[in-house]
Structures are given as C-alpha cells and as structure tokens.
C-alpha cells in the first residue's frame, strides 16, 4: 500500500478521456460531500487510498451496502469488489452478522472487562486452527503487526526485524521503511516523521530473493528478532511466492533462532479457515489476523504458542494493551461471520466462484493478445497489465501500466463495477456475489478490456 500511496500522489491530473459511449456517472452529492470533508480531514478522508488520487474524479461516498452491491451518495448502484478492503467475505449487510451484532448491543456497548464473547470468539478460532495456541484481540491489524513485532522482540532479546519491499504490514513506525539501494540494506523511512534510528533497526530484502536473504544472516549475525511477511503478499498487487520460498524462511528462522511471523491480516480467514499457513502447511512463530476476523467491525489479533504469548503482559514483560480491545459488539460481528465460514464447503464454493470467474476474464484476454494478466489466489483477485507470466516480487511491476488502471476504472464504475480505486490493490469475491453478478461483471470488464486496449 505504500508504494502505492506514493505513485497514487505522483499520478494526480492527466485524466483518461471519456471515449466509451458511456456517459460519467452522476457524482453530484459525492462531489458536495468531498467539498466539506476536505474541510474536516487531510486530502478529505481518514485513509489516504480513499482519496481517488490515482483514478478518475472525486471519491464516491457511500451511502448503503447489501450483499455484493454498493449504492453510493447519488444513488448509482455497484456490484463491489473492494469489499472494504477485505472484511466482507459474506458481503455487506449479513443477516446473521447483523443479527448478531444488534442483539449483542441491546446489552450496552464496552466495559473495560473480559465477557464471554471474547471466550467464544477465541474458541471458534484456536479448535479450528492448529497453527497457534493462545492469542490477544486488538483493534486493528496495524495494532495486531506492532504488537507482534514488540512479542517478537521481546522474546528473543534482539532488535532487529526484517521485512521485504512489497509487503505492507501497516502503520507502525518499525515498518514504514522501504529498501535503500544494495542487495541488503537498512530500510529508509517511506513516511515523514519516522526516526531514522526505527528505520535502522529494519532490514528490508526483495520478496523471492533467497541470496539477499542469507546475506542479510551474514551479515546481522544472531541480531534478527524476526521475518516479517505476508504469506500471501496483496498490498503491492498480488505477489504470490512459491511454497518452497516461504519453507524457505521457515528453516532459516529455525537456523538462526529467529522468529518467523506471517501476516495474515488479508490471507487470514480468505485463502481457507487456517489462511496462508494452512494453504502451505507452514507453522510460523507468530500469526497476526484482522479485517476478516471482526465481521466488519475493528478487530485485530495475534497469536502464537503457549510458550510465546507467555511473554505478553501480564503474564510476562512484553506490555501491550487496549481500552477497547475485545470489544463485545465487534467480537459479536467476528462470531457471526467466523461461524458461517466454518460451514461445509464454504471456501470450495467461494474459490470454485472465484476461479470461474478470473478463468473466463483470462481467456478473454489471452485470445485478444491483449497484455494482460490475473492473478488469484482463494477469493483474492488482482489484474495486472503485463504479459509476464508471474510477477512475484515488487520491483516487477511496471508503473506505467498504472494508466491503463486508470482507465480500467473508470470505465468499469460507469458499468456498474466498484473496484479498490488503485492499481496496486487487489480485488475480492464474497459469498454475496452470485453468478449472475459475476456474469454481469464480467460483461462490463470485457467491454473495459476493450476499450483499454484500443488503438
Ligand atoms: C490491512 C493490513 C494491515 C493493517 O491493518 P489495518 O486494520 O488497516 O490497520 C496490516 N497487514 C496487512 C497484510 C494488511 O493487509
């Protein structure tokens, strides 16, 4: 998402040409609504990607979800892909997540003291992932990264983390760091107002590359706390890794007593129940969920063995807290979505949806030559225009071909098609999308791929 960020700020301006025979959709109360709100907030939102810097026109302020659409201020109607940037496996507006969520609130809305939802949120997670024994809820996956980076630390008595370029892990300061140039390198800040000595302390490697790797434990010798990675990385495009690559880092971690942490806030609870670890079979150290984990409402989490979590206050040093941490309403939310997942077949139906759907687009394509490629994984999609045949590490990707995502999305939201308004975003499917949307969909993206590729 960083690098994303940066090129989305470095874009602002040429816009693509309305050429479609379509007219724009209206964004008249969008428009209004984006007047005031840059009075109130930076750049008129409260997360920066938010903003449509790196696409056509004015955000799009939404004003209602159900199942797989969205309906914005002035009344268009979207079938969504973003799905809030992962949350919505079962689509917005779940009867039983909403059911839940509202019967739990008639008995009033935080206390600052255990309940037993949180218990119960726990239990479905741990007796149906056998990759981690005991675990902390939080508020966010930034939280849930930061926390379990200090765990990491805490518990090896060493400072150092390493990370790779094209992984986001977001907000901390510890990993706002990007690589500097060289094979191995400490990172450089990629934020303003992050200290160059946090940025010392991170070491950033190219994602698949195994010799910068052994460099980097050449070189910080018995210095590294922990690997940092998104298994499944999806905030730089989808960078899928071979499972040999993650065994990998699993077996130097193990060599060199450091700990290997995967970040499952996306992969967690989306490419199966058990995410990233389960799909591979690969035990990391410490796992960190959130976005699918809190149905929609802000919940974050990490978690790890006995042994490790022994470590968090207050059983051990590593202090970390929260006033609203295990929320009992976003734990309710968690339940409720958590719960429909683990019914028989979910995921195989989903995935099977999913692959229909990235399958027909690809074949659409491939018999156009048009340079363009999808990529998926589970219910996680992401168009990249390229002719590579994989693109698995940052440095891969060609900014240019970001124009043609600009284009791509503005077509595809004046044919009724919401997708995260960034080229480096990754799209998703949920359980609310039927055929039918997917049919529909796909009619719009053939029309798009079009356009995109005309003349
Ligand atoms: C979204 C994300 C985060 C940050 O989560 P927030 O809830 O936005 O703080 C961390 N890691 C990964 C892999 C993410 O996708």
Same mark, same amino acid.
């Given at each position: 998402m960083l690098d994303s960020i940066k090129k989305i700020f470095s874009n602002e301006g040429d816009e693509p040409v309305n050429t479609t025979g379509k007219p724009d959709i209206s964004r008249e109360k969008s428009t209004e609504l984006y007047e005031k709100s840059k009075a109130f907030f930076p750049g008129g939102v409260n997360s920066p990607v938010r903003a449509f810097k790196s696409v056509y026109g004015t955000p799009l302020f939404i004003a209602k979800g159900d199942g797989c659409h969205i309906w914005d201020a002035d009344g268009n109607q979207f079938i969504d892909f973003c799905c809030s940037w992962g949350p919505l496996i079962l689509g917005h507006n779940h009867p039983k997540v909403r059911e839940k969520v509202t019967e739990v609130m008639q008995n009033g809305m935080s206390f600052g003291a255990p309940t037993a939802l949180e218990n119960e949120l726990a239990e479905l997670l741990l007796k149906n992932n056998k990759f981690i024994k005991k675990l902390r809820f939080v508020s966010s996956g930034t939280e849930a990264v930061m926390s379990a980076i200090r765990l990491a630390r805490g518990y090896t008595k060493r400072d150092k983390i390493l990370k790779f370029e094209g992984c986001y892990h977001g907000h901390s300061d510890s990993l706002l760091v990007k690589a500097g140039s060289g094979l191995v390198t400490f990172g450089e800040t990629s934020s303003a107002g992050v200290p160059k000595s946090f940025a010392d302390e991170t070491i950033v490697v190219g994602l698949n590359d195994i010799a910068a790797l052994d460099k980097a434990f050449e070189e910080f010798k018995d210095q590294i706390a922990a690997i940092i990675i998104e298994p499944v990385p999806a905030n730089n495009g989808l960078l899928l890794q071979t499972k040999e690559y993650l065994q990998y880092l699993r077996e130097i971690c193990t060599k060199n007593g450091t700990l290997l942490i995967f970040d499952e806030v996306i992969s967690g609870f989306r490419v199966g129940f058990e995410g990233a670890a389960g799909h591979y079979g690969i035990q990391p150290d410490i796992i960190t969920?959130?976005?699918?984990?809190?149905? &929609?409402?802000?919940?974050?989490?990490?978690?790890?063995?006995?042994?490790?979590?022994?470590?968090?206050?207050?059983?051990? *040093?590593?202090?970390?807290?929260?006033?609203?941490? &295990? +929320? *009992?309403? !976003?734990?309710?939310?968690?339940?409720?979505?958590?719960?429909?997942?683990?019914?028989?077949?979910?995921?195989?139906?989903? +995935?099977?949806?999913?692959?229909?759907?990235?399958?027909?687009?690809?074949?659409?394509?491939?018999?156009? +030559?048009?340079?363009?490629?999808?990529?998926?994984?589970?219910?996680? #999609?992401? #168009? !990249?225009?390229?002719?590579?045949?994989?693109?698995?590490? !940052?440095?891969?990707?060609?900014?240019?071909?970001?124009?043609?995502?600009?284009?791509?999305?503005?077509?595809?939201? +004046?044919? &009724?098609?919401?997708?995260?308004?960034?080229?480096?975003?990754?799209?998703?499917?949920?359980?609310?999308?039927?055929?039918?949307?997917?049919?529909?969909?796909?009619?719009?993206i053939f029309e798009s791929l079009d356009l995109v590729f005309r003349k």
């Open positions: 969920y959130g976005k699918i984990i809190g149905g &929609g409402l802000p919940v974050g989490c990490y978690g790890a063995s006995v042994e490790i979590m022994g470590s968090i206050s207050p059983d051990g *040093p590593v202090y970390q807290a929260g006033t609203l941490s &295990g +929320n *009992p309403v !976003a734990m309710a939310a968690g339940i409720a979505q958590l719960t429909e997942l683990l019914r028989m077949g979910f995921y195989r139906d989903l +995935n099977n949806k999913t692959e229909e759907f990235t399958e027909s687009i690809q074949r659409f394509a491939t018999a156009r +030559n048009y340079k363009f490629k999808v990529f998926s994984i589970g219910s996680i #999609f992401w #168009f !990249a225009y390229t002719d590579k045949e994989t693109i698995s590490s !940052a440095e891969e990707i060609d900014p240019a071909s970001m124009e043609k995502f600009k284009i791509m999305h503005r077509e595809l939201l +004046n044919r &009724g098609i919401y997708l995260g308004p960034s080229g480096y975003e990754v799209g998703f499917i949920s359980s609310a999308h039927t055929k039918v949307d997917l049919e529909k969909a796909k009619r719009a």
